[in-house]
């Protein structure tokens, strides 16, 4: 009785796993993740694929992919469709099993047709006001072929950009504007905008004509030229300054005059209505020019000593003249109300420019002679007041 307690339990045993495994053997699967049904014509699209084995597993086999007509749909061998044409075609995805069988899996892809379409190929953001910018366009008719075809071309608002019959747009003022290219084909009207924003330059304040030297005593009339934040030429008062007016001054037209040696930067500037100063400047070199001189000896026409030599000098930047006494200068104190005299007659007085009283009867000394020039006059002439007699001169020479 035994014996046959234990064979009932073996074979009930035997049946029980032989059931487990009939249970769990599955039928293979090959499926698609992402189907379609239809494809624009010229266009793609990438087919990815699962696969389960007969024990649920799912596996990443090798797939063969098909096309049932590649003159409508090609298939590579990664599963990447493109149309080719209008018409149907089945895709079908297969694999082979490590037992030999065949598992595969099929889809019907229509390829249809595109809506035309028209681009604008190089749109722009922005724009600076007064420039241009060519606009390119590409229209793609049904089939997704690139066709030739008229196009017409209009502005929303041309004071602020226009657009000529060819696409070219050229910045008039500031603002936004939308331009629209546009076809038909077919009685339908195909079109493409593109809204840019047309923005300000920056304002420039130019000197016309500035200078790399001046000479001392020499003037300069500067001009200027201001640009607005739309690119025009406007008219307004420059306010000119420079950085030393003891080097080089200037008025309020803008003519600098150059009065010693050195470097000064001259100024133009003018404050827009939101309060930014324009401006522009122009750093020169004030340089010493070739300063006129003449010379003389002092001679005495009396009993009473005088002697000496003269340089008589521009000074630069003036009207002025400097008359240096040398240091070989000796005149007699005896004299009382010596004059010191400029003149074209030696020999009197008359019409003659009085220097000042002689108060130096020996040695160098300097006089300052205002408003005259080295040409003015031919002689020094030295006169005693009191008697009204000449005492010597000098006659000034080249």
Same mark, same amino acid.
């Given at each position: 009785m035994k014996h046959i307690y234990h064979l009932f339990t073996i074979l009930m045993l035997i049946g029980c796993v032989s059931n487990d495994i009939i249970d769990d053997r599955v039928e293979e699967q090959l499926s698609f993740n992402n189907p379609i049904e239809q494809l624009g014509i010229t266009k793609t699209h990438q087919l990815t694929t699962k696969y389960t084995n007969n024990v649920g597993e799912v596996l990443t086999p090798n797939i063969v992919w098909s096309s049932s007509d590649t003159s409508i749909l090609t298939v590579s061998e990664n599963g990447l469709l493109t149309a080719v044409s209008l018409g149907n075609a089945i895709i079908t995805a297969s694999t082979t099993t490590s037992e030999g069988k065949n598992v595969s899996s099929s889809l019907t892809v229509t390829v249809i047709s595109l809506e035309e379409s028209l681009t604008i190929n190089n749109t722009i953001e922005n724009i600076i006001v007064n $420039?241009?910018?060519? +606009?390119?366009?590409?229209?793609? $008719?049904a089939l997704g072929v690139t066709e030739n075809v008229s196009i017409t071309w #209009?502005?929303?608002d041309s004071n602020i950009a226009s657009v000529s019959s060819t696409g070219l747009v050229t910045a008039n003022n500031l603002g936004d504007v939308v331009i629209t290219a546009s076809t038909v084909v077919d009685g339908k009207t195909i079109s493409a905008e593109? =809204?840019?924003? *047309? $923005?300000?330059? =920056?304002? !420039?304040?130019s000197i016309n004509n500035p200078i790399e030297e001046l000479t001392v005593g020499d003037t300069h009339q500067y001009t200027a030229t201001y640009t607005n934040n739309i690119g025009q030429n406007e008219n307004v008062t420059v306010t000119w300054s420079s950085s030393d007016d003891t080097i080089a001054s200037i008025d309020t037209q803008g003519l600098v005059t150059a009065k010693n040696a050195g470097e000064v930067t001259i100024k133009a500037s003018y404050t827009n209505t939101n309060g930014q100063e324009v401006s522009d400047m122009d750093a020169f070199n004030v340089q010493v020019g070739q300063i006129n001189t003449k010379t003389g000896t002092i001679r005495t026409t009396? #009993? +009473?000593?005088l002697t000496g030599t003269f340089t008589l000098s521009e000074i630069p930047g003036t009207n002025d003249l400097e008359l240096k006494i040398n240091d070989d200068y000796r005149a007699s104190t005896a004299l009382p109300g010596l004059y010191l005299y400029m003149t074209n007659n030696p020999n009197t007085v008359a019409n &003659?420019?009085? !220097?000042?009283? *002689? &108060? *130096?009867?020996?040695g160098s000394h300097t006089y300052i002679i205002s408003n005259a020039g080295i040409n003015d006059f031919s002689h020094l002439l030295y006169w005693c007041k009191p008697f009204s007699v000449k005492v010597g001169d000098g006659e000034i020479i080249e």
């Amino acid at each position: 009785m035994k014996h046959i307690y234990h064979l009932f339990t073996i074979l009930m045993l035997i049946g029980c796993v032989s059931n487990d495994i009939i249970d769990d053997r599955v039928e293979e699967q090959l499926s698609f993740n992402n189907p379609i049904e239809q494809l624009g014509i010229t266009k793609t699209h990438q087919l990815t694929t699962k696969y389960t084995n007969n024990v649920g597993e799912v596996l990443t086999p090798n797939i063969v992919w098909s096309s049932s007509d590649t003159s409508i749909l090609t298939v590579s061998e990664n599963g990447l469709l493109t149309a080719v044409s209008l018409g149907n075609a089945i895709i079908t995805a297969s694999t082979t099993t490590s037992e030999g069988k065949n598992v595969s899996s099929s889809l019907t892809v229509t390829v249809i047709s595109l809506e035309e379409s028209l681009t604008i190929n190089n749109t722009i953001e922005n724009i600076i006001v007064n $420039n241009e910018h060519q +606009y390119q366009t590409t229209f793609v $008719n049904a089939l997704g072929v690139t066709e030739n075809v008229s196009i017409t071309w #209009s502005s929303s608002d041309s004071n602020i950009a226009s657009v000529s019959s060819t696409g070219l747009v050229t910045a008039n003022n500031l603002g936004d504007v939308v331009i629209t290219a546009s076809t038909v084909v077919d009685g339908k009207t195909i079109s493409a905008e593109d =809204g840019f924003t *047309v $923005n300000p330059v =920056g304002e !420039i304040m130019s000197i016309n004509n500035p200078i790399e030297e001046l000479t001392v005593g020499d003037t300069h009339q500067y001009t200027a030229t201001y640009t607005n934040n739309i690119g025009q030429n406007e008219n307004v008062t420059v306010t000119w300054s420079s950085s030393d007016d003891t080097i080089a001054s200037i008025d309020t037209q803008g003519l600098v005059t150059a009065k010693n040696a050195g470097e000064v930067t001259i100024k133009a500037s003018y404050t827009n209505t939101n309060g930014q100063e324009v401006s522009d400047m122009d750093a020169f070199n004030v340089q010493v020019g070739q300063i006129n001189t003449k010379t003389g000896t002092i001679r005495t026409t009396s #009993s +009473y000593q005088l002697t000496g030599t003269f340089t008589l000098s521009e000074i630069p930047g003036t009207n002025d003249l400097e008359l240096k006494i040398n240091d070989d200068y000796r005149a007699s104190t005896a004299l009382p109300g010596l004059y010191l005299y400029m003149t074209n007659n030696p020999n009197t007085v008359a019409n &003659a420019r009085e !220097i000042q009283k *002689v &108060a *130096v009867f020996s040695g160098s000394h300097t006089y300052i002679i205002s408003n005259a020039g080295i040409n003015d006059f031919s002689h020094l002439l030295y006169w005693c007041k009191p008697f009204s007699v000449k005492v010597g001169d000098g006659e000034i020479i080249e």
